[in-house]
């Protein structure tokens, strides 16, 4: 059974599975070096096929990511529908839209969402994917599935938290028994996701993009300094989801109320809150969350408001799934949404005594999505409990050496080809050297695990400030480290073989203290690390650059950082790459077998 699953929305991508198992997975954003691209993802639908051989015709069933929420992931507005999936604006939607659109916003969105959904069908028509073929799968159950049917789990809690998609910003479920069973929401007005990105927005970085700046800068910070300021998100009274304390809990889903308080509170705000967005609690949640931080927050330091909004989050979280896990009875965890994309965050529900196992979804975010659908697809239809973990995420593209010799030619730049390039690249980076790898098929999800990633040694704290500085970059949290397995528990506390989440990433361990002085770049102010721990069957040629580094400095370990310039998606072809090199991100190219670089840094052959 081949499906197709599709996220339309922010950071859309598509993907293809074949009996349960993941063929290919990209984001349109690495394709159209869009960040983040918000839109529908036809240039990763047809890589897809590219891919996998496939004609539309194969493809069995089409999941497509939103149930409830078709308008909101299409823009809102009815010339954005069309613009969206790139079709020709026609006066009556421009003419109609605003009188529409407020009517609608009035009835929550209902006519938009029948009109986004029947103009979706024509599209994938369009595509040839007929309309039985293609089903709708809710945000929070695609998260969810994705999160569970990738770990291997036989049994697990399965938590999902975000901003917001289709509605909702959290879901717990249990997996158990060959059922996936439906335990627990919070409404997106209640989202504990929303309030982390107000704080995003208040300590002025870009919401939805640098969440992950203010965990690193939240080190630096003391929570003691805002313990009088009042949570404005906090557990509901029976600890099971997530409650926003500045809506009287009388007023959920009382829209009239929402559009009541703008009025009352900013009339200008009121009109346009009504010529825009239909979900009009969360905007409130939204806007009520924003007033309260410039209150309190006035004066205070930015690393003392980023201490406040991990602490916080982290109180919610936590406890919400230390509760659930007593509850419901197991031992691991299973997560998924943008917020797990908090490595701190995981570190604390890993390391909660009844939690044996947690495993986080690579492409934790709404990247995940098309995977996710199409995972939960296959297990609605089949009902086949069976599957697997999913034991590595090079998913997308790859170049042969063919493709990136003529990239190189193309624009004329010293090179070499080599037997052992591995071999090479420890030498160079012994000596010091920023390189850029470009190998194999390009990762999914937002971590950078080998393949699209810039390496350098991780002795000299220094190096931060300064690739920052060539990247263009600003962070507080130090890059990461890559480790060959065989030496993990050395160096970080707690490591142990068959835990699932350090091999993509997505979670902090404390650096053995004896360790710290040999990899301080690596080492946070908190005295920890977020490792990706790498295997020789997972990835050969990164395991073979770890073990020459190893030879040349006495180290298991390496920076690993995403190759991108600022701001800019990780390097997709050949060409990307070789862009950011001459944009002078890295020393040294490594891309396939080839070295490109200054002719004083080509190798002795
Ligand atoms: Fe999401």
Redesign the pocket.
């Known amino acids: 059974m081949k499906i197709l699953g599709i996220h339309y929305g922010h950071d859309a991508n598509a993907a293809i599975i074949e009996d349960g198992k993941v063929l290919f997975a990209i984001s349109e954003e690495r394709i159209n070096r869009k960040k983040f691209y918000w839109g529908f993802p036809f240039q990763s639908i047809a890589w897809c096929l590219k891919h996998t051989d496939l004609a539309p015709q194969q493809i069995d069933h089409v999941a497509l990511v939103n149930l409830n929420a078709q308008q909101d992931t299409l823009g809102n507005t009815l010339p954005n529908f069309y613009e969206r999936l790139n079709r020709r604006v026609p006066q009556f939607a421009s003419v109609l839209n605003l009188p529409l659109i407020i009517f609608d916003n009035l009835v929550q969105g209902n006519l938009r969402r029948s009109i986004a959904r029947s103009m979706l069908f024509e599209t994938l028509k369009d595509l040839g994917f007929p309309k039985h073929k293609v089903r709708f799968v809710d945000?929070h159950l695609a998260?969810a599935a994705g999160a569970f049917f990738l770990s291997g789990f036989r049994d697990s809690l399965v938590v999902t938290s975000?901003?917001k998609?289709d509605l909702v910003s959290h879901r717990t479920y249990l997996a158990r028994d060959n059922y996936f069973e439906y335990l627990h929401e919070s409404p997106d007005f209640n989202s504990i996701g929303l309030f982390y990105s107000c704080i995003t927005e208040y300590l002025g970085f870009k919401v939805l993009r640098h969440e992950g700046k203010i965990t690193g800068l939240a080190a630096y910070g003391d929570p003691k300094k805002t313990a009088h300021i009042p949570p404005p998100v906090s557990l509901s009274a029976n600890g099971m989801s997530t409650q926003n304390n500045l809506i009287p809990e009388a007023r959920f889903n009382d829209v009239y109320w929402g559009y009541r308080q703008f009025y009352e509170e900013d009339p200008q705000l009121f009109y346009k809150i009504l010529t825009t967005k239909s979900a009009v609690l969360f905007e409130y949640a939204r806007y009520a969350t924003n007033q309260l931080f410039k209150k309190s927050f006035s004066g205070l330091e930015k690393e003392h408001v980023a201490a406040f909004a991990q602490k916080h989050l982290e109180d919610v979280l936590v406890k919400l799934v230390h509760q659930q896990v007593k509850r419901y009875n197991t031992n691991r965890v299973a997560m998924s949404?943008?917020t797990f994309g908090n490595v701190r965050l995981n570190q604390k529900i890993a390391e909660l005594p009844e939690v044996d196992e947690v495993y986080i979804q690579p492409a934790m975010?709404?990247g995940g999505?098309g995977v996710g659908s199409a995972v939960w697809m296959y297990w609605d239809l089949s009902e086949k409990w069976e599957h697997e973990f999913l034991e590595q995420v090079y998913l997308g593209p790859e170049y042969s050496d063919d493709q990136i010799f003529k990239a190189i030619q193309a624009v004329g730049l010293p090179h070499l080809k080599l037997d052992d390039i591995e071999g090479e690249v420890g030498k160079a980076l012994k000596n010091n050297k920023i390189v850029g790898r470009f190998h194999g098929q390009m990762e999914w999800g937002p971590r950078a695990l080998g393949n699209r990633s810039i390496l350098a040694s991780p002795q000299d704290a220094t190096i931060n400030e300064t690739l920052n500085h060539r990247l263009n970059r600003t962070e507080f949290m130090p890059f990461a480290p890559i480790i060959l397995e065989d030496h993990a528990a050395d160096y970080f506390v707690g490591y142990a073989s068959e835990q699932l989440a350090p091999r993509f990433m997505t979670v902090t361990y404390e650096v053995a203290p004896p360790k710290r002085n040999l990899i301080p770049a690596v080492v946070h102010v908190d005295g920890t690390a977020r490792p990706q721990v790498v295997r020789e069957s997972e990835n050969p040629s990164l395991h073979r650059i770890l073990s020459a580094y190893l030879k040349q400095s006495g180290l298991p370990v390496l920076i690993n950082t995403s190759f991108n310039m600022h701001e800019e998606p990780i390097v997709c072809t050949p060409q990307d790459a070789i862009r950011a090199y001459q944009a002078g991100a890295i020393d040294i190219l490594a891309i396939g077998n080839y070295w490109v670089s200054d002719e004083s840094l080509l190798p002795k052959s």
């Open positions: 945000h998260h975000d901003g998609g949404g943008g975010g709404d999505l």
